[in-house]
C-alpha cells in the first residue's frame, strides 16, 4: 500500500512562506496527477494546486494562483508546494492526493477521484 507522507507545515505571519513536501512511500508508476488540498476548520476540503506528472503541467485554484507553486522532483517521488505571500485565510490542514495513471485536466479539483491521500499537514498564518 502506498503512503503519501507531508512535511514542511507550521506557523507564520501573513506575508511569509512556507514550503510542503510530499513523498510517495513507494514508487508509483505514473505518469499520474498529483495534487494538494486544504480544509479549514469548519469548512469543505478544496482543492488548491495539481501537476500531471507526465509534462508537469499544472493548475492552480484562483484563490492560491500567483502565490503558490507546485513542482516535482520524480527523482525523490516528492512533490512540493511553495506558497508566498501568504494570508491568514490560507490557514488549513494541507492534504497531499494522487490520482493513478490519470491525467489532471478537469477532474483535479475533484476530491472523489483521487486514490490515495496523505495525513496532512497543518499551516497557520497569523495577520
Known amino acids: 500500500q502506498v503512503q503519501l507522507v507531508e512535511s514542511g507545515g507550521g506557523s507564520v505571519q501573513a506575508g511569509g512562506s512556507l514550503r510542503l513536501s510530499c513523498t510517495a512511500s513507494a514508487y508509483i508508476t505514473g505518469p499520474n496527477c498529483m495534487a494538494w488540498f486544504r480544509q479549514a476548520p469548519g469548512k469543505e476540503r478544496e482543492a488548491v494546486a495539481a501537476?500531471?506528472?507526465?509534462?508537469?503541467?499544472?493548475y492552480y485554484s484562483d484563490s492560491v494562483t500567483g502565490r503558490f507553486s507546485i513542482s516535482q522532483d520524480n527523482a525523490k517521488n516528492t512533490i512540493s508546494l511553495q506558497m508566498n505571500t501568504l494570508k491568514p485565510e490560507d490557514t488549513a490542514m494541507y492534504y497531499c492526493a494522487l490520482k493513478k495513471s490519470a491525467i489532471c485536466y478537469n477532474i483535479w479539483p475533484r476530491a472523489s477521484e483521487y486514490n490515495y491521500w496523505g495525513q496532512g499537514t497543518r499551516v497557520t498564518v497569523s495577520s
Open positions: 501537476i500531471y506528472t507526465g509534462r508537469d503541467n499544472t
